[in-house]
């Protein structure tokens, strides 16, 4: 009998393979009280381990293939970087002198406080992090238990073509069994904005997470096939079932080979409308992907990134240093910097003092501009050395959840002040630097005809959008079956921020997810949007929709759709447009 199990798509494409299943066994951590005179042997012991993590990784690290279209070892550098942190090396070596306890038990304890932290964040990208910490703690905890090293660690051809079904995975375990040749990957646990489904993502593997208790049903060797379109999971498939996905995963196969003709090519409806495609970067090891798929430019360089993993924030001359490296990658194409996105609730060490207690609406407090204008001496170095960049390739400004123009006149004032400063000290800057917002506050999208008459530029953050006209917080697993691009509502703060752009004569981009669902990329054309800033893995597949799309005739389809009184008649209506994929 066919199995059917429904989980959560985070990477696409069709697999069809056998069953091998990855038990993460629970680790069996207890305290145990040590003697002073064992001191010194219990945290060399804790040492050790974390040397030999180490190892691990580099070793995984070496078997990243070279051909992989983004530096994928900045994933298991995010974890190295860990193993050299305090909050993992130095303090539970504090609390094993404390309680007098044994390692184990002293790294279990800072991983739950660690762990509650991240717990309590609000941005879905940070708050994922938490992943991060458990599967670093529990490679060592794994090393000081002296557990054999997982299965799907030891180099063998066993894991070829095989369909990987896992409590969850960690972003190592993924580039390893991408180059052991796995066909998928199915976890119970993950979360879509983790590193492992951003991994699986860039990889190309076929990926769905979410599928609680697939444990229970399926068993090792089973035959499985993973739609990582629709998030399906068929086990033992009838062989009618089995030919119809063959079918389906060789015309996948060919539809992805048929991008790679498309780098190259200009974004352009039928109608002969142009459109601009940038990409969305995190690291700046992440810049060369950005030409690798003929983006234009970058439409969102999150540049929180640079604060983490550091106890003091970035100086200027850091903030210059590593602008200038990606201006350097980009090779001429433009860079837009998004001033730093952290908020009170994020214990982002390199923020350096916190910007008061812990809210208990986090989404809602001191974040993003609001943090940095009540903190300008964390913000002024940020801006002076992107206005410092600014003197040696195309770069802009963007300023992350405006809520009313106050805060968009202080911020052109600091830097009107900050070019002063640097005029005094004959410093140069493009005098002509173009300055945006972000679109990203209900109240800045019914207002964005203000903000569009000052600024040279809008971007809407679908993410925060949705979250804060929905009323949900975007990491909050219970209310995420409100979270609902398609709303009127969002439709119509997406279409009001188009047209003040219009009006004003100024561009207007969307970077938030929705820019990089096939799904929306019709809809958005027909309300007017000609600018996408998305992830570089689905820059191709947006750029043949639009190719393929007579924008002219979207008219009455996109005016029904204003009319249309809930996200599900528009999802309906949707579905007379079809785009074109696989
Ligand atoms: C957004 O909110 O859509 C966005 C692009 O910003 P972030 O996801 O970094 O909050
Ligand atoms: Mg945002």
Redesign the pocket.
Known sequence: MTISLQGVSVSRGIAIGQVHIIQHDQLDVREYKIRNSQLENETTRLNDAIANARQQLRAIRDHIPTSTSVDISAFIDTHLLMLEDNALTEEPKRIIKERLCNAEWALKLQRDALVNVFDEMA?A?LSTRRDDVDHVVNRILRILLKQKPLLHEVPDDHLKKKVIIADDLTPADTVLMQHYGIAAFATEFGGPTSHTAILARSLGIPAIIGLHNAQRFIQNNDLAIIDGTSGTVLINPDKKTQAFYERKQKEVKRYYSSLGKLKNAPAESIDGISVELMANIELPKDFETVRNVGAKGVG?Y?TEFLYMNRETPPDEEEHFETYLSVLKALRGLPLTIRTL?LGADKQVDGAGKQAGPVMSNPALGLRAIRLCLKEPELFSPQLRAILRASAFGPVRIMIPMLTNVQEMQQVLQMIDDLKAGLDAEEIDYDTDIEIGGMI?VPAAAVCADIFAKKLDFLSI????LIQYTMAIDRVNDEVNYLYDPLHPAVLRLIQATIKAGKKANIPVAM??EMAGEIEHTQLLLGLGLREFSVHPANLLEIKKIINDTDIGSLCDLTKKILNATSGAEIKVLLQELQPETA
Request: charge should be negative; hydrophobic fraction near 10%.
């Open positions: 941005d990208y969102l999150r996105d990203e953050g679908t993410n925060d970077c938030g």
